[in-house]
């Protein structure tokens, strides 16, 4: 019971935030961190544990959005970073092979 307490009172404090998308954004980082830790409780059962993963995951990356959306990228933008700088960094960490 105390679990879905702490949810709602998350969800009011991102409601509250909505028309500040960085503001609202800190509340995703803060709560994903919080679902982070409790993870790492060891009296929780596995399935428990995924599910704090996945709210922990999903609060993480719309805090991203939130945050592209503050600065005013659009997904095509940050999707788009010329070829060349992803090549260097795949032939940097071994993924493709590099010019001999």
Do not use: K, N
Request: proline letters at 2%; hydrophobic letters at 55%.
């Amino acid at each position: 019971m105390l679990d879905v307490a702490a949810q709602a009172v998350a969800l009011l404090a991102l409601l509250l935030t909505l028309g500040a998308l960085r503001h609202a954004a800190t509340i995703c980082v803060l709560w994903g961190v919080a679902m982070g830790v409790r993870v790492l409780r060891r009296d929780e059962s596995f399935e428990r544990r995924w599910g704090f993963a996945g709210i922990g995951g999903g609060s993480e990356l719309l805090a991203v959005w939130l945050l592209l959306a503050a600065g005013g990228v659009s997904v095509l933008e940050a999707y788009t970073v010329r070829w060349p700088r992803w090549r260097w960094v795949l032939v940097r960490w071994g993924c493709v092979p590099g010019r001999d």
